[in-house]
């Protein structure tokens, strides 16, 4: 059974200090590993979609990066616009389109 | 403007009734998708469909329905048989087999029974 698992499960972090969100996964054949972000009350936004080790991508202060065990999820010098739950999914080749999803790190950034 | 749209945005139930919940996309995507999320977790998996005509089970069918007549479309019916159906829904698409494999979301309609 595909399993993700996201730690830690909230964050409190002060404007401008730099941090990591973790995305864990035991799967059998990684096709991709998918990063959204989730606004209270709103359907989440796409962000990254990463597709082997080593892989990394940048999106104004997140970068993403990917090994074959998890992933990160960095955030340099956050705004509290940054604020949101950020989830990660994983793609698996047996299972078509389909994506498993961890429960989401909720991220808060104080001014 | 090409997107998801699902309706209504809060919908309420009696115990007993069935309900269903529209999701429409323009994106031209092959794949559509349903899921439920509970507060303070992800999302899990409801019924999925990747062709029209043709549709699966995810994680968490029971007590849930869905048909895919038309591309554009995939509604889900909240059956009686569903046992706590309170929470929010959100409707997705993709493209199906092709190179770019994320989904899209709508934003979402919040069920509560009352």
């Known amino acids: 059974e595909d399993q993700v698992t996201q730690s830690p499960e909230a964050l409190r972090l002060q404007e401008g200090e730099s941090s990591s969100l973790n995305c864990s996964y035991t799967v059998s054949g990684l096709r991709g590993l998918f990063w959204y972000r989730q606004d209270p009350g709103k359907g989440p936004e796409f962000l990254f979609t990463l597709y082997s080790a080593g892989e990394e991508k940048e999106k104004e202060r997140l970068k993403a990066t990917l090994t074959k065990k998890e992933s990160f999820l960095h955030i340099t010098a956050p705004k509290p616009e940054d604020s949101a739950t950020y989830l990660c999914a994983v793609q698996v080749w047996a299972s078509g389109s389909r994506l498993t999803f961890g429960e989401g790190t909720q991220l808060t950034v104080n001014p | 403007d090409g997107g998801i749209t699902q309706s209504p945005k809060y919908l309420f139930r009696k115990e007993g009734q069935n309900v269903t919940l529209s999701c429409e996309q323009n994106?031209?995507?092959?794949?559509m998708y349903w899921y439920r999320q509970d507060p303070g977790q992800g999302l899990r998996l409801i019924y999925y469909?990747?062709?029209?005509?043709?549709?699966q089970k995810g994680d968490i069918a029971e007590g849930y329905s869905v048909s895919r007549e038309k591309k554009e479309s995939f509604p889900l019916t909240v059956t009686s048989a569903q046992k706590n159906p309170t929470a929010f829904y959100l409707c997705a698409s993709s493209i199906f087999g092709g190179d770019i494999d994320e989904q899209f979301f709508g934003p979402g309609t919040r069920l509560t029974v009352l």
């Open positions: 469909s990747q062709i029209v005509n043709d549709f």
């Open positions: 994106l031209n995507h092959d794949a």
